[in-house]
């Protein structure tokens, strides 16, 4: 007798909001979180969002530099930003709330990465990058 699978109601919802989102062109990709995190960032701070085939930076400010974005959403402080590639100029790391809310934008530069990425690897775990970059926005007061 084959198992009769019911889904729960809620995932027509998220579906459904996650279409509208594509349909909308903030979520552009599968990665839902780091997508969430570039719209949010150039909707705040007035930036340029790149194609997605712009490779090693998400967003171009007004004076044409090039800037990474980092999104994490809830993170333990352990948790790491890796970098792939270094083409960009500066760069903002972004941290959501459990509902997919900006908490906090911080920006810091690519030589304020470089003197603190792990030995071996191009990572910054959440709190080294919080203790070295600076607060643009946040929701404290």
């Known amino acids: 007798m084959a198992y009769k699978f019911k889904t729960h109601p809620s995932l027509s919802q998220i579906s459904e909001a996650l279409k509208t989102l594509t349909d909308e062109g903030i ?3 599968n990665n839902l979180v ?3 995190g ?3 960032v150039c909707q ?3 930036l340029r969002r790149q194609p997605i085939s ?8 007004a004076d044409g530099k090039h800037v990474e974005i980092k999104t994490r959403r809830e993170p333990q402080p352990t948790a790491k930003i890796a970098f792939t590639q270094i ?9 959501l709330n459990y509902a997919f809310e900006p908490v906090e934008i911080r920006k810091v530069t690519v030589a304020q990465l470089k003197k603190h990425f792990e030995k071996g690897y191009t990572r910054v775990n959440v709190k080294k990058m919080k203790s070295i ?9």
């Open 27 to 29: 979520i552009r990709t």
């Open 34 to 36: 780091g997508e969430l």
């Open 38 to 40: 570039e719209y949010y």
């Open 44 to 46: 705040m701070l007035g």
């Open 54 to 61: 712009s490779k090693g930076y998400d967003a171009t400010d």
């Open 87 to 95: 083409k960009f100029h500066y760069c903002y790391f972004i941290e």
């Open 133 to 141: 970059s600076k607060p643009v926005w946040s929701v404290k007061k």
